[in-house]
């Protein structure tokens, strides 16, 4: 796969990702009691935590490709 289409692949992903994950964390914040010192916990770590499942995400979006799909291309050049 080319660097072009995983970073393509790798944004809708990631745009998917973060719609879900936002309307979980509002779902799941209607659940919990109405209090400030709550609140403001839960959306510390809701508001950081989305980030940790999508390292891998741009790990693999970000790599470079690998020299065997380059030696490919260049005999075929």
Same mark, same amino acid.
């Given at each position: 796969?080319?660097?072009?289409?995983?970073?393509?692949?790798?944004?809708?992903?990631? #745009?998917?990702?973060? $719609? !879900?994950?936002?309307?979980?964390?509002?779902?799941?914040?209607?659940?919990?009691? /109405?209090? *400030?010192?709550?609140?403001?916990?839960?959306? #510390?770590?809701?508001? $950081? !935590?989305?980030?940790?499942?999508?390292?891998?995400?741009?790990?693999?979006?970000? /790599?470079? *490709?690998?020299?065997?799909?380059?030696?490919?291309?260049?005999?075929?050049?």
């Amino acid at each position: 796969m080319t660097p072009r289409i995983r970073k393509l692949v790798g944004m809708l992903a990631m #745009l998917v990702f973060l $719609v !879900a994950y936002a309307a979980a964390a509002i779902i799941v914040a209607d659940l919990l009691p /109405r209090h *400030p010192a709550i609140d403001l916990v839960y959306f #510390l770590i809701v508001g $950081v !935590a989305w980030g940790l499942p999508l390292f891998p995400l741009m790990k693999w979006m970000n /790599r470079e *490709p690998s020299p065997k799909g380059e030696a490919a291309r260049t005999e075929a050049d």
